[in-house]
């Protein structure tokens, strides 16, 4: 998301140089461009429900039903506040769950607390 705004900042140097008659068109959809992604991002997350874990990202959203679900796993780990958590299904493949299930703590990370909230719901069913 920051490289994507720090793009966005090169881009007003560009607008800078444009004819002043374009200039206001292209503040307005620079504007408008950098609001619609910074809302996708702040409302990307993961629900863990019954039938399995939404992943809704910034792009895309995907869906990983308990059947086809063997772990989740941090694919890598950046700094101490982000973690990027991997559903590990029983075919092998590994599918990225993009979004935000709460920021990583001092004595717990999002991973736990997928794993704590499958324990949950696998002990109702």
Do not use: K
Request: charged share 20%; proline share 4%; glycine share 10%.
């Amino acid at each position: 998301m920051l490289s994507f705004q720090m793009l966005a900042l090169l881009g007003v140097g560009g607008i800078e140089g444009s004819p002043g008659v374009i200039r206001p068109w292209l503040y307005g959809a620079l504007a408008a461009g950098w609001a619609s992604l910074t809302w996708r991002t702040a409302t990307a997350r993961i629900q863990v429900s019954p039938e399995g874990i939404h992943s809704h990202g910034t792009w895309r959203t995907r869906f990983v039903s308990w059947d086809d679900l063997v772990w989740v796993r941090v694919a890598r780990a950046t700094g101490v506040l982000w973690e990027f958590p991997v559903a590990v299904l029983s075919d092998g493949s590994h599918v990225p769950l993009t979004g935000v299930y709460g920021l990583r703590s001092e004595s717990e990370s999002r991973v736990d607390r997928i794993a704590e909230r499958l324990t949950v719901l696998a002990d109702q069913a």
